[in-house]
């Protein structure tokens, strides 16, 4: 505890999930209703199938992966219910051949030679079957060459034998050597948390491996389950939506010999986009979590789950740190496995964010000048000026000045005598580079303009393009009876 205040400061506040756990100085809060969950924290599915009617046949056609998936009570009482079936039913039929040949009445005769020697009521036939079963061979009881329906017996014994032992010994093998018990050494945190991490809203939860081999190829999924109705009005119970925990960037593959904190970056694309500290007391979701892996020793997949509800998602807390660097080696303390500790964290959501940075922002400046009223294009500079003076201009009006590093103020330009009333934003771009001189004074610019009525204007329509040329007519004096009318009204008005 005090090594963590000294590293984080004593804002923090350790917070152990645990019940023995101590430290709380705050009142327990209100128990809820615990509601059904659909996968329990040990990863067991909380679903029954019901009403199959006749599928229920289609179990049969998979006889081995049903005796596999059954219980352990189950598995032993159809293991030792069929050996004994089938030493019952071997043991009947060499009986049967010696009550058929009269071999149980002359049993004790030394001139007779029965078909299995020593044979002579069921329990001996029965003995006889096990020593065969079990190549046992006392040298007791054996099967005599006067009796060649012995021999086809003895020969469907043995296939007969060898299937069920190959079935049930299989069965009872993939049993043991299922890697479901390897699911309970890997661990998952009991709590999920929700804080600031690299500057963005995360969604955290905590996996650790118990043992010391490793799990090859390990591989992390998690799924939000989350009823909703969409817009058609149709109810989607449970609808399974996928949280990103960094498969685009490979982050998902882990390397699991330490414990890692799984990370969901909450953005735009996640589901929890518009989920807040508030939001989160009212919704019902749970978060299933899914670890898939191969066991090094034994080659064979292994699967974990858990789940986390609302409930269990603690808003502005981090995980302990558990690594820690000795002499030699580093050591995982599992003791501080689920403890967690506050950190300051905004309580709204990544959505309500957006808007409020949207609103404050000062890029929303040019939508004033898009308004219902006709604003000329240097007012709309004078607001960008008024709402952040360090700004620097728009690409497009730096071009449309003429001068992309031109300081604002010198875009005032105003006359002494008249104000001009028109924009540069109204005008072509190549009449804007001849009707406009960018950096000269008003004086001059007003000097200019006189001296642009007195001189003829044919060196100034053979300087225009062709293009223009040709609305000038291609001869001397103003073109402003052939140019547009909007055009030919500010050019009357610039030399007024």
């Known amino acids: 505890m005090s090594a963590l205040r000294k590293k984080f400061g004593d804002d923090y ?5 645990s019940s023995s756990g101590s430290g709380f100085n705050q009142p327990p809060p209100e128990k809820k209703k615990k509601r059904q ?3 329990d924290k040990n990863g067991r599915c909380n679903v029954q199938h019901g009403n199959l009617g006749g599928e229920t ?4 056609s998979d006889l081995f992966t049903t005796l596999v998936d059954l219980k352990w009570r189950w598995n032993l009482f159809i293991f030792i219910l069929t050996y004994t079936v089938a030493w019952l039913f071997m043991a009947s039929m060499w009986w049967f051949i010696a009550y058929i040949r009269g071999d149980l009445n002359k049993a004790h005769n030394d001139k007779y030679t029965p078909c299995v020697a ?4 069921f329990p001996s036939a029965f003995l006889f079957f096990i020593e065969t079963e079990a190549t046992i061979g006392y040298g007791y009881r054996y099967i005599t060459d006067k009796c060649p329906e012995g021999i086809i017996l003895f020969l469907f014994q043995s ?17 043991m050597s299922q890697p479901k018990k390897r699911a309970e050494t890997l661990m998952f945190s009991e709590h999920a948390a929700i804080s600031m991490r690299d500057g963005k809203l995360t969604l955290m939860f905590r996996v650790g491996n118990l043992r010391n081999s490793h799990m090859v190829s390990a591989q992390i999924r998690c799924k939000l389950l989350k009823s909703r109705q969409t817009p ?6 449970l609808d399974q939506l996928e949280l990103d925990v960094g498969f685009s960037t490979g982050a998902d593959q882990l390397f699991l010999v330490s414990p890692l904190t799984i990370c969901h970056v909450i953005d735009t694309k996640s589901p929890f986009y518009d989920l807040s500290q508030r939001s989160m007391q009212t919704e019902q979701f749970e978060i299933v979590v899914i670890l898939e892996g191969i066991v090094e020793t034994t080659g064979m997949t292994c699967q974990a789950r858990t789940s986390y509800t609302e409930d269990e998602v603690l808003w502005g807390h981090r995980f302990f740190p558990v690594i820690s660097l000795e002499e030699g080696f580093f050591k995982v303390d599992y003791s501080q496995f689920h403890a967690t500790f506050e950190v300051p964290t905004t309580p709204y959501s990544v959505k309500e964010q957006e808007e409020a940075l949207l609103l404050s922002s000062p890029l929303m400046a040019p939508s004033l000048c898009n308004s219902g009223e006709k604003n000329s294009s240097l007012d709309c500079l004078e607001t960008l000026e008024d709402n952040d003076s360090t700004t620097k201009l728009p690409t497009k ?5 003429g001068r992309e590093g031109l300081p604002k103020k010198l875009l005032r330009m105003s006359s002494t005598t008249s104000e001009m009333t028109y924009s540069f934003g109204d005008l072509p771009m190549k009449l804007q580079r001849i009707s406009s001189v960018p950096g000269v004074s008003d004086d001059k610019q007003a000097g200019k303009a006189s001296k642009i009525n007195t001189e003829p204007m044919s060196k100034s329509v053979a300087d225009l393009p062709p293009k223009l040329q040709r609305l000038a007519g291609g001869g001397g004096g103003r073109m402003d009876g052939h140019l547009p009318p909007k055009l030919r009204k500010m050019n009357s008005d610039r030399f007024t």
Do not use: H, W
Not at 13 to 17: D, E, L, P, R
Not at 57 to 60: A, V
Not at 118 to 121: A, D, E, K, R
């Open 13 to 17: 506040q350790v917070v152990t999930t």
């Open 232 to 237: 058609e009005g149709e109810f989607l119970p």
């Open 159 to 175: 296939i007969l034998g060898s299937i069920v032992d190959a079935f049930l010994i299989g069965c009872m093998f993939i049993k």
């Open 118 to 121: 020593n044979v002579y009521n």
């Open 57 to 60: 046949s289609r179990y049969l």
């Open 37 to 39: 969950r659909f996968v």
């Open 397 to 401: 009006l730096q071009k449309i000045t």
